[in-house]
Nanobody, 124 residues
Framework: QVQLVESGGGLVQPGGSLRLSCAAS????????MGWFRQAPGKEREFVAA????????YLADSVKGRFTISRDNAENTVYLQMNNLKSEDTAVYYC?????????????????WGQGTQVTVSS
């Protein structure tokens, strides 16, 4: 069992930056990859980014490439999502998630553990 707690969300103006954190506790050693998803009102949850827990290999959705970066600190069991040049369409609840699947797909169904989410609002 793993517990995931997100933090770092908030209100930011277009063009601004935020860094989200996801602290993992519990049975983290068995994680294969950690990811970030987001869900805007009235829309389905969508994949944003993921990182291999051991390999450090990163994966980003096309919509955030060049603006978002995912990283991890294995010693601290923490995953980060650095979001730059934020746009109004980035407004959503952002969720941290873990998958034990290998290989995994960038879809919600492949991630079995989830945090409670943190709200990101991009607005002037």
């Amino acid at each position: 069992q793993v517990q995931l707690v997100e933090s770092g969300g908030g209100l930011v103006q277009p063009g601004g930056s935020l860094r989200l954190s996801c602290a993992a506790s519990g049975r983290t050693f068995s994680s294969y990859a950690m990811g970030w998803f987001r869900q805007a009102p009235g829309k389905e949850r969508e994949f944003v980014a993921a990182i291999g827990w051991s390999s450090g290999r990163t994966y980003l959705a096309d919509s955030v490439k060049g603006r978002f970066t995912i990283s991890r600190d294995n010693a601290e069991n923490t995953v980060y999502l650095q979001m730059n040049n934020l746009k109004s369409e980035d407004t959503a609840v952002y969720y941290c998630a873990r998958t034990l699947r290998a290989p995994w797909r960038p879809i919600s169904a492949d991630f079995g553990s989830w945090g409670q989410g943190t709200q990101v609002t991009v607005s002037s």
